[in-house]
């Protein structure tokens, strides 16, 4: 499908967004499905001109965390290739590792807290 129909069907089509994404790109059902992300929430969506983006955010799961982008390579969500840690911000509770990854007309922006974060209410 060209970019300028996903993007058509994205903003009109009938499916909601995550749906959308989960049947136009198979590394976002993959990422979506992983019980290591514990609350994974798509937070933003972006439609420009050469790409779709979607950020999310989650928990991690002990299993996962610090090693994010060794463990969501070998979960199969992406490639060594496609993969960039953008963001570390170490040191108090809040911790996080922001990670993005991108295949072919999406860019996936993710917010991993530290496994022992809890969010305030």
Do not use: C, W
């Not at 970019?3 to 059902?29: A, S, T, W």
């Amino acid at each position: 499908m060209k970019l300028e129909q996903l993007k058509y069907e994205l903003l009109n089509g009938k499916k909601n967004v995550r749906q959308f994404l989960r049947d136009n790109f198979p590394f976002i059902e993959r990422l979506e499905s992983l019980d290591s992300l514990k609350d994974l929430k798509l937070t933003g969506i972006s439609v420009d001109k050469g790409f779709i983006g979607a950020e999310y955010e989650a928990t991690a799961a002990p299993e996962i965390y610090p090693h994010v982008k060794k463990n969501l390579v070998a979960a199969g969500i992406t490639n060594k290739n496609n993969f960039i840690t953008y963001k570390i911000d170490k040191g108090n509770f809040s911790e996080y590792i922001g990670v993005r990854f991108h295949l072919s007309k999406i860019i996936a922006d993710l917010k991993l807290y530290n496994p022992h974060y809890k969010p305030e209410n």
